[in-house]
């Protein structure tokens, strides 16, 4: 199969804004079995990040305890930022408990990307605000040089980066999800 030339990829999204079809899953996956495991993985990675909202938000007693809650007047980004290390911690110690900025920054982050991915509408967006989010923390606990680390390069930040990446560039949002709907309103632009 040869690979298609610039010029024939700009004529088919022309193509594609004049007869306004916009490009669903099933046309990008074929396979119903692979489809449903992207919505799974959609699902799965959107839950990470609703659950840190919810555990943050109301102090669940996993990563934050009651007193700590935000609704409680704890800050969510204090501790993580506060023990932030490697060759970028001191940026981000400086950070800690600056600004409320930070805060309603990070739960509005981890709200909207969980909400996004988990309902499969804004799955684009959700995507690069959540690869930005995980790469900021990759930063704050970047391993490189640090000892006690079970890998001097890669974090689970980099799976759930790549699983968010892959989730919107399949339109996993269109299967279990409200991908379809959404697309009727917005195409096939940024906001899918």
């Given at each position: 199969?040869?690979?298609?030339?610039?010029?024939?990829?700009?004529?088919?999204?022309?193509a594609?804004a004049?007869d306004?079809?916009?490009?669903?899953?099933?046309d990008?996956?074929?396979?119903?079995?692979?489809?449903g495991?992207?919505?799974?993985?959609r699902i799965v990675?959107?839950?990470i990040?609703?659950?840190?909202f919810?555990d943050?938000?109301?102090?669940?007693?996993y990563?934050?305890?009651?007193?700590?809650?935000?609704?409680n007047?704890?800050?969510?980004?204090?501790?993580?930022?506060?023990?932030?290390s490697?060759a970028?911690?001191?940026?981000?110690?400086?950070?800690?408990?600056?600004?409320?900025?930070?805060?309603?920054?990070f739960?509005a982050?981890?709200?909207?990307?969980?909400?996004?991915?988990?309902?499969?509408?804004?799955?684009?967006?959700?995507?690069?605000a959540g690869?930005?989010?995980?790469?900021?923390?990759?930063?704050?606990?970047f391993?490189?040089g640090?000892?006690g680390?079970?890998?001097p390069?890669?974090?689970?930040?980099?799976?759930e980066a790549?699983?968010m990446?892959?989730?919107?560039?399949?339109?996993?949002g269109?299967?279990?999800?409200l991908?379809?709907?959404?697309?009727r309103?917005v195409?096939?632009?940024?906001?899918r």
């Open positions: 199969m040869s690979e298609r030339t610039a010029p024939t990829r700009e004529r088919d999204r022309a594609t004049q306004g079809h916009v490009t669903m899953q099933t990008i996956v074929r396979s119903s079995f692979a489809r495991a992207l919505a799974f993985l990675v959107g839950w990040f609703l659950w840190a919810l943050k938000l109301f102090g669940l007693g990563s934050t305890p009651g007193e700590r809650a935000w609704i007047g704890g800050s969510p980004t204090f501790g993580f930022l506060d023990n932030a490697g970028f911690g001191g940026m981000f110690q400086a950070m800690a408990g600056a600004a409320p900025f930070f805060d309603w920054l739960m982050g981890l709200l909207g990307i969980g909400v996004a991915m988990v309902l499969g509408a804004g799955v684009k967006v959700a995507a690069v690869t930005l989010l995980v790469f900021m923390m990759y930063l704050a606990s391993p490189l640090q000892e680390q079970t890998n390069i890669t974090t689970s930040h980099w799976l790549a699983a990446i892959t989730v919107a560039a399949t339109r996993a269109d299967t279990f999800g991908g379809t709907w959404w697309s309103i195409g096939d632009s940024w906001l």
